[in-house]
């Protein structure tokens, strides 16, 4: 990294220079100056040792030649120092004119050498462009997927609702059912990016409390007890009895998306979950028989509306955020989770660390 000097360095630095320079010059130009004047006769001692008001030629010539070449040196370093000041300034100011006009990828150029507050001041600038560059791209991105997700049961409700208007479709149970079941898909999609919201805004609040965490665990294989059936799905647990302190609502959240994903993807066979308390973390492990997902994929599992279209079925995919909810809610307990496929089996792994218990 190259050394920069702060502004009251240089400042201090430069004047010093200003100074040690006139100084010299002056001492030096008079020495030579009055010893040429006496030896060519344009001035003696005599005169020299005369009243110090009485001004002679000579000293207005070597007053003016001091007060000239000060003049030159204070201008040249002068010049200098500001453009050290200015160059960067100016570089800041044409980039935020650039971002302003909607050229976001423009950056303030900090390749010279200024001082340390002015090359703090840059690198926090482009720090900012960057943020924001990458900002409004997601945004983008954000709002076609959202759209993206949004057109097809929208589309699905408006066809239906406009067949049983025109009296193309039988409003009965059936219809009513898929219908319903467009707009709890909805609903989910719009609470899943509430819940994704609040935790990029730091909003997001969690209900901390000590639980017995094996109880929401049966309500929730209770409810996918059908599913678990029809996927020929077979659940074996092995749970702590400790209690464990979380936000059970959003760990809920967590345990059904996992378990749903598990039951879209996984062979039919065994899932296995378990929980166990190592020092101070909770470990929760949901384990099914594969097919596992491949090594290049597992990089972006976590990221939001990521789908492994190549390898599964579009059909009974969804729309992606599910993971994202989850890591999002792990994080937001300062956990962590991670993803293994050791022989193909899928292994999702969660540690939240837990506060000391008060007896």
């Known amino acids: 990294m190259k050394n920069k000097l702060g502004i009251n360095k240089q400042l201090f630095i430069a004047f010093s220079m200003v100074n040690l320079s006139i100084t010299l010059f002056a001492v030096f130009v008079g020495y030579f100056f009055y010893n040429y004047a006496i030896e060519n006769g344009w001035i003696s001692l005599s005169s020299l040792q005369e009243d110090w008001t009485d001004f002679h030629l000579i000293d207005w010539i070597w007053l003016f ?60 600038f482009n720090d900012m462009a960057k943020k924001l560059e990458s900002s409004v791209k997601n945004a983008q991105v954000w709002n076609a997927a959202i759209a993206h997700e949004l057109r097809t049961p929208i589309t699905i409700l408006q066809g239906r609702l406009q067949g049983i208007l025109d009296g193309v479709f039988k409003p009965d149970e059936v219809l009513f059912s898929s219908l319903l079941n467009q707009v709890e898909g909805l609903s989910h999609l719009v609470e899943d990016l509430r819940t994704l919201s609040l935790v990029e805004n730091q909003q997001l609040r969690l209900n901390l409390e000590w639980v017995d965490f094996n109880e929401h665990i049966e309500k929730i294989l209770l409810m996918f007890k059908e599913r678990l059936v029809q996927a020929q799905l077979n659940i074996q647990l092995d749970l702590t009895t400790e209690k464990v302190c ?31 308390i190592i020092l101070k973390d909770w470990i929760l492990q949901i384990e099914d028989q594969g097919p596992g997902i491949a090594e290049e994929y597992q990089t972006d599992l976590f990221n ?49 660390p837990q506060p000391q218990l008060n007896s």
């Open 246 to 276: 979380c936000d059970h609502r959003r760990m809920q959240q967590v345990l059904i998306a996992l378990i749903d994903n598990t039951i879209r993807y996984a062979h039919p066979g065994t899932i296995r979950i378990s929980s166990k």
């Open 65 to 124: 030649t001091v007060i000239l070449c000060g003049s030159v040196v204070s201008l040249v370093i002068g010049m200098q120092l500001a453009k050290r000041f200015i160059v960067p300034i100016n570089s800041l100011a044409e980039a935020a004119n650039k971002i302003s006009q909607g050229d976001l990828s423009a950056r303030a150029n900090d390749n010279q050498i200024h001082s340390t507050e002015i090359a703090e001041l840059m690198h926090n």
């Open 304 to 352: 939001p509306f990521f789908r492994l279209e190549q390898s599964r079925n579009k059909e009974f995919g969804g729309t992606g955020l599910g993971l994202a909810v989850v890591h999002a809610i792990v994080i937001a307990h300062h956990g962590t989770i991670r993803y293994e496929n050791p022989g193909n089996y899928s292994v999702f792994t969660i540690t939240i």
